[in-house]
Nanobody
Framework: QVQLVESGGGLVQAGGSLRLSCAAS????????MGWFRQAPGKDRDFIAA???????REYAGSMKGRFTISRENEKVIYLQMNSLKPEDTAVYYC?????????????????WGQGTQVTVSS
């Protein structure tokens, strides 16, 4: 059983920055890729970024590259650094884990998910 807990969300003005954290736990949590998705009200959940279990491979949604950076502290903790935030970045941000980045992107239903953390960007 994998548990994911996000933190770091909040209210920020446009142009500001936030860093989200995700901590994983579970007896069997090992060698998992982890990543970030977001869901704005009335919209589908969108992929942001993912990082391999070793931290050496990163993938980003094209629109997120440049402003968002994913990093990995260790096997169970990842971050999402978000800069130059815009009101359209307002969403609930979810952490995800899967056996590989490919699986995470191609089979969302099999991912482990956190509860999400709200990010609100005011204009």
């Amino acid at each position: 059983q994998v548990q994911l807990v996000e933190s770091g969300g909040g209210l920020v003005q446009a142009g500001g920055s936030l860093r989200l954290s995700c901590a994983a736990s579970g007896r069997t949590f090992s060698n998992y890729a982890m990543g970030w998705f977001r869901q704005a009200p009335g919209k589908d959940r969108d992929f942001i970024a993912a990082i391999s279990s070793s931290g050496t491979v990163r993938e980003y949604a094209g629109s997120m590259k440049g402003r968002f950076t994913i990093s990995r502290e260790n096997e169970k903790v990842i971050y999402l650094q978000m800069n130059s935030l815009k009101p359209e970045d307002t969403a609930v941000y979810y952490c995800a884990a899967a056996v590989s980045i490919r699986r995470m992107l191609n089979d969302n239903d099999s991912n482990s998910w956190g509860q999400g953390t709200q990010v609100t960007v005011s204009s």
